[in-house]
Nanobody
C-alpha cells in the first residue's frame, strides 16, 4: 500500500511558476512509476508526466514539454512537478499516482494508488 499526498497548488497569474510535491509513504520509490495527472472541469483526467526507474526515465505530454519538469528525491520519498510559464489552460486539479513498475505510462489504468489532488488555478 502506498499513500500519496500532493501539495503546492495555488492561484497564480499567467506566466508564473509552481512546484507541486507528491509525498509518498513508501521509501523505495525507484521501483515505482510515479505519474502526474490533471483534470480540468468538464474534462477527462489526462496524464501529463511520469518518472520511473533507477535512471529516472521520464515522460511528458506533448502540450507541456518544455514547461513541466518532473523530478524525484528518493531520500524524501517525494516527487516534484515544476510547472513554468503557467497558462490558463493549465487550470486543473493535479493528482499524483503510483504503481510498481519499470516503465512510464500516461494511462490511469496503469496506476494503483492515487493522491487526493491539489488545485492549480491560472488566471489574470
Amino acid at each position: 500500500q502506498v499513500q500519496l499526498v500532493e501539495s503546492g497548488g495555488g492561484s497564480v497569474q499567467p506566466g508564473e511558476s509552481l512546484r507541486l510535491s507528491c509525498a509518498a509513504s513508501k521509501s523505495t520509490l525507484n521501483v515505482y512509476r510515479i505519474g502526474w495527472f490533471r483534470q480540468a472541469p468538464g474534462k477527462e483526467r489526462e496524464g501529463v508526466s511520469c518518472i520511473v526507474g533507477g535512471d529516472d526515465a521520464t515522460y511528458y505530454l506533448d502540450s507541456v514539454k518544455g514547461r513541466f519538469r518532473i523530478s524525484r528525491d528518493n531520500a524524501k520519498s517525494t516527487v516534484y512537478l515544476q510547472i513554468n510559464s503557467l497558462k490558463p489552460e493549465d487550470t486543473a486539479t493535479y493528482y499524483c499516482a503510483a504503481a510498481h513498475g519499470y516503465y512510464c505510462s500516461a494511462l490511469m489504468s496503469s496506476y494503483n494508488y492515487w493522491g487526493q489532488g491539489t488545485q492549480v488555478t491560472v488566471s489574470s
